[in-house]
């Protein structure tokens, strides 16, 4: 046996004192050293996130339901999936363009508690824009490269708390004029068949994420969304001191989230509606890949992540 830990007058004698000496001042180096880190708050990699992003859209380009973009879009997002337990959901439905398919797709992290916390964002682009060359970098291209980058914190370990899913939504964008019946199509017809197979009750919270890469990030509180959720994302947010990109104005939301909130689901919609001067970027052939930042997805990504660990805790 070690004499210094095997009896108690060698531990108080000249070489026990040293070594505690040296393991309070290693401890207050780590503390000191780490700042945020010293929290235990997760680490985001936005700057991979980004990376994805850039990859996603450059491979796909305008991605429309029926187009080839589409098509490799879909194909991008199994190749990036096809060690996880990844789920595609497709369906038919009528749209002001005749009968569509479209594909959700959706990848599993089991968790030990029962229940399921989903990370959401829709991947095609508008197909109004069909014919301008409408890549839409921030919107579904940013969010879809963050989700893809999550997954890198998610894999090779059962999730401590929740399962985790993330949802790749198809057809959020409407196919002529956005309304009740002409948007959202993936995420309506995921909630119904959520709701039949029972998977719906097992929802804890739905974190819709979209155009969150915009270089100048503002978050807007959505007025549909869930008020304890939203709070909760806001108390994670400042852990980090990210709080002034989030909730500093209010707007009423229409998304893929909708669905859920009208069955009862605790949802919150993340997206900055805010895109360029007056939004001008905003479904145009201007939302390209010069206008995002690491910055903006490590923001989201850490923010999201926080609130996570905080719905475990709950
Ligand atoms: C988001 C991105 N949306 C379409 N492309 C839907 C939307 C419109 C969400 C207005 C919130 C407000
Ligand atoms: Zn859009």
Same mark, same amino acid.
């Given at each position: $046996?070690?004499?210094?830990?095997?009896?108690?007058?060698?531990?108080?004698?000249? *070489?026990?004192? $040293?070594?505690?000496?040296?393991?309070?001042?290693?401890?207050?180096?780590?503390?000191?050293?780490?700042?945020?880190?010293?929290? +235990?708050?997760?680490?985001?990699?936005?700057?991979?996130?980004?990376?994805?992003?850039?990859?996603?859209? #450059?491979?796909?380009?305008?991605?429309?339901?029926?187009?080839? @973009?589409?098509?490799?879009?879909?194909?991008?997002?199994?190749?990036?999936?096809?060690?996880?337990?990844?789920?595609?959901?497709? =369906?038919?439905?009528?749209?002001?363009?005749?009968? $569509?398919?479209?594909?959700n =797709?959706?990848?599993?992290? %089991?968790?030990?508690?029962?229940?399921?916390?989903?990370?959401a964002s829709h991947y095609?682009?508008?197909? %109004?824009?069909?014919?301008?060359?409408?890549? *839409?970098? +921030?919107?579904? @291209?940013?969010?879809?490269? /963050?989700?893809?980058? $999550?997954?890198?914190?998610?894999? *090779?370990?059962?999730?401590?708390?929740?399962?985790?899913?993330?949802l790749f939504t198809d057809g959020e964008?409407?196919?002529?004029?956005?309304?009740?019946? #002409?948007?959202?199509?993936g995420s309506?017809? /995921?909630?119904?068949?959520?709701?039949?197979?029972?998977?719906?009750?097992?929802?804890?919270?739905?974190?819709?994420?979209?155009?969150?890469?915009?270089?100048?990030?503002?978050?807007?509180?959505? /007025?549909?969304?869930?008020?304890?959720?939203?709070?909760?994302?806001?108390?994670?947010?400042?852990?980090? @001191?990210?709080?002034?990109?989030? =909730?500093?104005?209010?707007?009423? #939301?229409?998304?893929d989230?909708? %669905?859920?909130?009208?069955?009862?689901?605790?949802?919150?919609?993340?997206?900055?509606?805010?895109?360029?001067? !007056?939004?001008?970027?905003?479904?145009?052939?201007? !939302?390209? /890949? !010069?206008?995002?930042?690491?910055?903006?997805?490590?923001?989201?990504? #850490?923010?999201?992540?926080?609130?996570?660990?905080?719905?475990?805790?709950?």
């Amino acid at each position: $046996m070690d004499g210094a830990s095997g009896n108690a007058q060698a531990a108080g004698g000249k *070489g026990g004192r $040293m070594r505690q000496t040296l393991l309070v001042a290693a401890l207050a180096i780590a503390a000191a050293g780490s700042g945020v880190a010293a929290q +235990n708050l997760p680490q985001f990699d936005g700057a991979k996130a980004l990376a994805y992003t850039r990859e996603y859209v #450059d491979t796909t380009g305008p991605r429309w339901i029926g187009s080839p @973009g589409h098509a490799k879009a879909e194909a991008f997002l199994k190749e990036q999936f096809r060690h996880d337990q990844l789920e595609e959901d497709t =369906f038919t439905t009528n749209t002001p363009a005749g009968p $569509m398919t479209m594909h959700n =797709f959706i990848v599993k992290f %089991p968790g030990k508690k029962d229940g399921i916390i989903v990370l959401a964002s829709h991947y095609e682009t508008n197909y %109004p824009l069909r014919n301008i060359h409408y890549v *839409g970098a +921030n919107d579904g @291209g940013s969010t879809t490269g /963050l989700l893809i980058e $999550m997954a890198n914190d998610l894999r *090779g370990r059962t999730q401590d708390g929740y399962s985790v899913w993330l949802l790749f939504t198809d057809g959020e964008e409407a196919i002529k004029s956005w309304s009740n019946t #002409d948007s959202v199509y993936g995420s309506r017809h /995921l909630a119904e068949k959520w709701q039949a197979d029972g998977t719906l009750r097992r929802i804890q919270a739905f974190i819709l994420a979209d155009m969150l890469g915009d270089r100048d990030l503002d978050i807007q509180r959505d /007025l549909n969304s869930t008020p304890w959720l939203e709070d909760l994302i806001d108390q994670a947010a400042t852990q980090y @001191g990210w709080q002034s990109y989030f =909730f500093q104005t209010r707007t009423y #939301d229409e998304d893929d989230h909708i %669905p859920f909130v009208r069955r009862g689901v605790p949802c919150a919609d993340l997206i900055d509606l805010n895109y360029g001067y !007056d939004n001008a970027y905003w479904h145009t052939a201007q !939302d390209t /890949l !010069d206008k995002l930042s690491a910055k903006s997805l490590t923001i989201a990504g #850490d923010t999201i992540l926080e609130t996570i660990h905080l719905l475990n805790q709950r």
